[in-house]
């Protein structure tokens, strides 16, 4: 059935609305990080490891499915064994290195367990999310006011080896039911932290059309720009929380030593490149991935 307004709710009200909270946290009108984007949904008729992979394979085959301008966002997960030899873990892992190397940027939640992402005494890991190929988000909740200074990993979310980078745990969410009525929702959990950084990195994609991102160098990019050691106590993860890199920082003095939003942005002198970090140089470092071409050159 085709809706005018271009709102399509939800035909089974039993799922809990799941996947356009989802949604709409990527790609919202009103809230999404990414709201130009094309979103399409994968329905899968339960929740288990074999839709998971299946829903993976569909997608690989899909012609929706165009290297270096695509991001799946997984919302969901759980715990299978350490062992490359184990049929889903082996079956799982075949799918995302084939997404990967065809281009494909893979974000998952971290998952609400408040537990070990990759636990060798258990033998256990979190997937999808756990694996390289595969961008891991955990939530973190605030203390008190919006203070920078005062970021917290939420007490839900899973931490430690596997996790990359974290987002909020909540997130106000928009949706339609089956009945055509309006939802406003404070939705928690890493199923909502995850398309967060998937939603930016679909503009970050979309900035910088002239790079061929992956899994790999989306991640590296977002670390680049992502703030560092806000939170309080990672637990062993990296202490990055995402940002899109829009943020412009002036000097009260008119004084930069770097370039980009960083610097009020300030340009480099001719023949220098503004690294992802804001800074200005000629060598790798500077003019690879993440670098800024509108303020400064980039090769």
């Known amino acids: 059935e085709n809706y005018p307004d271009g709102n399509c709710p939800t035909q089974d009200p039993e799922k809990y609305f799941h996947g356009e909270k989802v949604s709409n946290v990527v790609g919202g009108l009103a ?12 329905a899968m008729s339960s929740y288990t490891y074999v839709n998971f992979i299946k829903a993976l394979e569909y997608i690989y085959e899909s012609a929706n499915m165009r290297p270096h301008k695509t991001v ?5 997960g759980g715990y299978l064994p350490i062992n490359e030899k184990f049929p889903l873990t082996k079956k799982f892992r075949e799918i995302v290195k084939k997404l990967n190397e065809a281009g494909a940027i893979m974000v998952a939640s971290a998952g609400n367990y408040g537990k070990l992402s990759y636990n060798e005494e258990t033998n256990m890991y979190f997937l999808p999310c756990a694996f390289d ?8 909740s605030i203390i008190g006011y919006m203070d920078s200074d005062k970021y917290d990993l939420d007490i839900k979310s899973n931490f430690g080896k596997g996790v990359d980078i974290f987002a909020p745990y909540f997130t106000d969410v928009k949706f339609i039911d089956d009945k055509h009525e309006i939802w406003y929702e404070r939705g928690y959990g890493t199923s909502g932290s995850s398309p967060l950084v998937a939603g930016v990195a679909a503009t970050i994609m979309s900035e910088h059309p002239d790079i061929e991102f992956n899994s790999t160098s989306m991640l590296k990019y977002l670390t680049k720009t992502g703030i560092k050691n806000i ?3 990672t637990h062993g993860s990296p202490n990055v929380f995402i940002n899109n890199g829009k943020r412009v920082v002036y000097s009260t003095k008119e004084q930069y030593t770097g370039c ?9 002198q001719d023949g220098y490149c503004c690294s ?5 140089g000629k060598t790798a470092d500077y003019c690879g991935v993440g670098c800024q071409p509108k303020f400064g050159l980039c090769n």
């Open 31 to 42: 809230n999404g990080v990414a709201d130009k984007a094309n979103i399409y949904g994968i």
């Open 72 to 76: 799946i966002n997984m919302s969901y």
């Open 133 to 140: 190929e595969v961008i891991c988000v955990g939530g973190t």
């Open 231 to 233: 939170i309080s106590d």
């Open 260 to 268: 980009g939003p960083n610097a009020g942005n300030h340009k480099c």
């Open 276 to 280: 992802a970090e804001g800074f200005c």
